[in-house]
């Protein structure tokens, strides 16, 4: 009897022990249901991730062109006045290059204009020595290329005045400015003009210093003009 009762009840007793480890078993990590439930989790989640739609594009890209669109006269406007001051700033060192080398080399240095073609440079203005010795003319030096003491007006920049001592040289082919060992000058009244927008700026020589200033009020320039 004992023994029946043994082995009608042992299949079952295993039979449950293998179902508690099974059920066990199936709620490890990595083995059973465990995995297909956490792949059904994450699937909503990847489906959010999208890109833009063409739409949403179209809409960037029209922003930005009314941007660029709007903005574009002020870059202009920043970009003509800009090429006005560095005119200015490139004279303004020529005479002051000029200034320093006839009074460092003790002799007169030239600053020459073209007012047609908007060119300058400095030349200096040193005896040959036959010429010197016979008490005859100087022959002009002229500044080599890359020597930076020689420039051209760009194209949206033009003089509308050139004056040395007060004669107008507009026409001249070669208006040339005298700088003396002395530090004084030729009187030099040059007005830059930019058609585009009508700004102006004048650059003025002083006859006993040599310096030049810089003269941007519209009303002392339009009457200067006149």
């Not at 009314?66 to 700033?89: C, D, N, Q």
């Not at 080599?144 to 760009?154: H, I, M, R, T």
Request: glycine share 12%.
């Amino acid at each position: 009897h004992f023994q029946y009762c043994s082995m009608s009840r042992g299949p079952t007793a295993r039979g449950a022990a293998l179902g508690g480890k099974q059920a066990a078993g199936a709620r490890r990590p990595g083995r059973g249901v465990w995995p297909a439930r956490s792949g059904a989790r994450r699937g909503p989640a990847a489906s959010e991730v999208r890109g833009f739609t063409l739409i949403e594009l179209m809409v960037v890209i029209s922003i930005m062109a009314i941007v660029i669109t709007m903005s574009a006269p002020a870059i202009y406007h920043i970009w003509r006045k800009e090429s006005l001051g560095k005119s200015v700033a490139a004279i303004m060192e020529s005479c002051a290059r000029a200034r320093a080398r006839a009074i460092m080399q003790g002799t007169m240095a030239l600053l020459v204009f073209n007012a047609g073609d908007g060119s300058f440079h400095v030349a200096g203005a040193t005896p040959h020595k036959d010429a010197a010795e016979a008490g005859g003319p100087v022959g002009l030096t002229m500044p080599g290329p890359n020597s930076g003491l020689s420039g051209k007006l760009p194209d949206n920049v033009a003089i509308a005045q050139l004056k040395i001592n007060g004669v107008n040289d507009m026409d001249t082919h070669r208006a040339m400015v005298r700088f003396y060992p002395n530090g004084t000058c030729d009187e030099l009244r040059l007005i830059l003009l930019q058609p585009a927008n009508g700004d102006m700026r004048g650059i003025f020589l002083e006859i006993t210093t040599g310096l030049a200033s810089v003269e941007s009020d519209r009303s002392t320039l339009q009457r200067e003009l006149k």
